[in-house]
């Protein structure tokens, strides 16, 4: 057994792993230039340190950008969008985007993220997208507007969380209520009026 091991249990090495992670989100969400050593700085943790995990800011870019993904795509799949009604299950997909919204915010900040991360620059294909789908769905049962593309209201939908999470970052939100901000706004803009 190698002194690294011993030195590094894997729950600490998975502890130090994901907050550096979690500090490179949302220290590049806020100043894209953020350097190394601002970054080690943000999650606690030493130049040192931060360089074992991840030699250099290209690797820790890329390591940053597939783990928001994955908690992002981990976040919007426990919300069951497919489940319930549609305005309920639009209001468990808020809330999922809100508890992930510095990750939100790195992948959707600075359009290089995602651009620089597949060739197609976009995060899932159109075609399974479960937000799409539920926006779809909302239509079809005419709660939401159907007189707006799915896409734009998907769009819209991204730029009030976007704008709702950072406001919060910035302290001009609270955060406990960024949610139901958006929910209502959404609402009152997407829902059928008869």
């Known amino acids: 057994m190698s002194n ?10 998975s502890r130090t792993r994901s907050a550096i992670l979690e500090a490179a989100a949302r220290s ?21 340190t931060l360089h074992r995990y991840f030699p250099d800011r290209e690797t820790l870019i890329h390591a940053t950008t597939t783990d928001s993904l994955e908690i992002v795509q ?4 426990e ?3 497919d489940e319930g009604s549609p305005l309920e299950a639009m209001r468990r ?14 992948l959707f900040g600075d359009p290089r993220v995602l ?8 995060w899932i294909p159109a075609e399974e997208d479960p937000l799409l789908h539920l926006i779809e769905r909302g239509q079809a049962d005419g709660i939401f507007d ?13 730029a009030l969380v976007g704008r709702a999470c950072a406001d919060a970052a910035e302290g ?23």
């Open 4 to 13: 690294d091991i011993l030195e590094h249990p894997v729950g600490t090495r």
């Open 28 to 48: 590049l969400s806020h100043d894209w230039a953020a350097t190394m050593p601002e970054i080690a700085e943000a999650a606690g943790v030493g130049r040192t």
């Open 74 to 77: 981990t976040a919007m799949n």
């Open 79 to 81: 919300a069951g969008l």
């Open 93 to 106: 997909a808020v809330s999922a985007m809100v508890s992930v919204g510095d990750r939100l915010l790195y």
């Open 115 to 122: 651009a620089n991360y597949s060739e197609t620059g976009s």
């Open 146 to 158: 159907p007189e707006l593309t799915a896409c734009w209201i998907q769009h819209s939908l991204w």
């Open 172 to 194: 001009l939100l609270p955060r406990h209520g960024v949610a139901t901000l958006v929910i209502r706004t959404l609402e009152n803009g997407i829902r059928c009026h008869s």
